[in-house]
């Protein structure tokens, strides 16, 4: 008996109304016995492939041992909760040594689960936003502080996402999931495909062309729409017609697709399924979440047949709480800050704390296209605005722009016309000073194309989305006495 309890394990002395615990009744040696007995037993072999797929997926557990155990009733860790919320960050990322940014985290998703009033809610922050990188003093987009986790071998992608994320939302993230493209179209796959209903034809006629991915110009008709893995990730990825916003609007509506299908196979009322798909998708995900977390998680969720859902995408708007601000430095490209200015998260915060009773987001559902947008080409970016599937606009500049003192402006339309595609009512575009910041430096303030404020069912043709249409240069202002000297 050496083996489990050591040389002096039958020795202990007890007081004098206590009585010896003979050894063979003690918990963690039937435990033990338990688990030599499944492993060399008949069901050994299902059980350590368990233990194997939980400890691959898993960056919490050291070894197969340690995540079989973690499966076993009355055994491992407590879930980890704020008052029966439980938050989780999902990454979604190409995957490891892909060209085009393997480890850039593309999606960045907080899922936030409360089982005892089965509620769930889906938070989509946009991988745009200029963060700074925890433990430096770095700033950039928060898509690749996942990838400066990783790099070097420090295997920190995940617990730095989550630093990120619980800075910017103000909650406690309790586990991280990250879930390449390979993976996501395995457990598409795996559960036999999802289902979504669209109001209006779906295009991509631009993004996938160059790598002829998705078939070139990927179209998904009106109606009933059944995905496999491949068109899943097709229209989850898709963004060039139309926005980042509304890829994220796109994959929250995937998400919930697959959370039905998964119910209407029964797969949360039997833990061998779940193995199952693990064992699929297992190269392709991992997670921070030891076994018994994993198990104990299934166990909740499971519980959340019909959940209310609330949803919430951060966006370049007043009510998404995003801007593009004026001062971005030159080599950050295009970037997004909070309203308040840079590392100021109190509004997101109070969002994303309060979502399930501040009143919904009044346009989570992704925009719907009328017209088959026309494909962007190099030509085209570089030449007119019209297109010959569009129509073209006036860009009219109006109002005055707020200064501080001592400071002057100039204004130059960079782009005249812009070739728009849908219904839009006037034969111009008015870009209003009025509606811009107030104005404390010099310098140079860029509207590009993607700030124009159009309805949602109107795109603007051939252009690339960071190109100027104005641009202000900002001055001292000249005085009198400067004047005369000249």
């Known amino acids: 008996m050496r083996l489990f309890f050591g040389k ?55 070894s197969i041992i340690g995540s079989l155990l973690g499966v076993l009733p009355g055994v491992g860790k407590a879930m980890k909760e704020d008052d029966g919320r439980v938050n989780v960050v999902l990454l979604g990322m190409r995957g490891q040594n892909i060209p085009g940014g393997g480890l850039l985290a593309d999606t960045i998703m907080i899922v936030s689960f409360v089982p005892d009033e089965n509620k769930m809610a889906l938070i989509s922050i946009p991988r745009d936003l200029y963060v700074k990188v925890p433990g430096t003093k770095t700033m950039s987009k928060i898509n690749a502080v996942y990838a400066f986790g990783e ?18 939302s103000g909650l406690d993230i309790h586990y991280a999931v990250a879930l390449n493209f390979i993976g996501f179209k395995q457990l598409v ?59 994220a609007k796109r994959q929250q509506v995937v998400l919930q697709a697959l959370k039905a299908k998964l ?14 798909i693990l064992s699929t998708v297992g190269n392709n995900v991992r997670t921070d979440m030891s076994a018994s977390e994993m198990k104990k998680f299934y166990n909740e969720y499971s519980s959340i047949q019909n959940p209310q859902i609330y949803q919430r995408v951060f966006e370049n708007s007043e009510e998404g709480l995003l801007m593009v601000p004026q001062d971005a430095p030159k080599e ?20 994303c704390r309060n979502i399930f009773t501040i009143d919904p987001q009044s346009d989570i559902d992704p925009v719907k296209q009328y017209y088959k947008p026309a494909p962007k080409t190099q030509d085209n970016d570089k030449k007119s605005g019209q297109n010959s599937n569009g129509n073209e606009i006036e860009v009219r500049v109006k109002g005055e722009l707020e200064m501080a003192e001592g400071l002057e402006y100039n204004t130059k339309l960079k782009i005249k016309k812009i070739g728009i595609e849908g219904k839009y009512k006037k034969d111009y575009y008015t870009i209003h000073l009025d509606d811009l910041d107030k104005v404390k430096k010099k310098g140079e303030i860029k509207v590009r194309v993607e700030d124009l404020d159009l309805s949602d069912d109107v795109k603007v043709l051939s252009y690339n989305k960071r190109d100027t249409v104005l641009l202000i240069t900002v001055t001292e202002e000249e005085t009198e006495e400067a004047e005369e000297e000249v």
């Open 332 to 351: 950050s490209g295009y970037i997004l800050i909070p309203r308040e200015g840079y590392n100021s998260y109190a509004g997101m915060q109070y969002v």
């Open 189 to 247: 796959d795996v559960v036999g495909g999802i289902e979504i209903t669209l109001k209006a034809p779906f295009h991509e006629t631009t993004q996938f062309v160059k790598g002829n991915e998705c078939g070139g110009q990927f179209f998904l008709p009106k109606g009933v729409n059944n995905l496999n893995g491949e068109k899943a990730l097709c229209y989850v990825r898709s963004r060039e017609n139309t926005s980042d916003f509304d890829r």
């Open 263 to 276: 119910l209407s196979i029964g797969t949360f009322a039997d833990f061998g399924k779940v193995n199952s």
């Open 8 to 62: 002096h394990a039958d020795r202990k002395q007890f007081g004098p109304t206590e009585q010896k615990t003979k050894f063979y009744k003690k918990r963690w040696f039937i435990i033990s016995v338990i688990v030599l007995f499944l492993l060399f037993g008949g069901a050994g072999g299902f059980l350590y492939k368990t233990g194997y797929i939980l400890n691959k997926i898993s960056e919490s557990d050291s």
């Open 151 to 168: 790099e070097n071998g420090k295997r920190q992608g995940l617990s730095q996402m989550k630093k990120i994320v619980g800075e910017v």
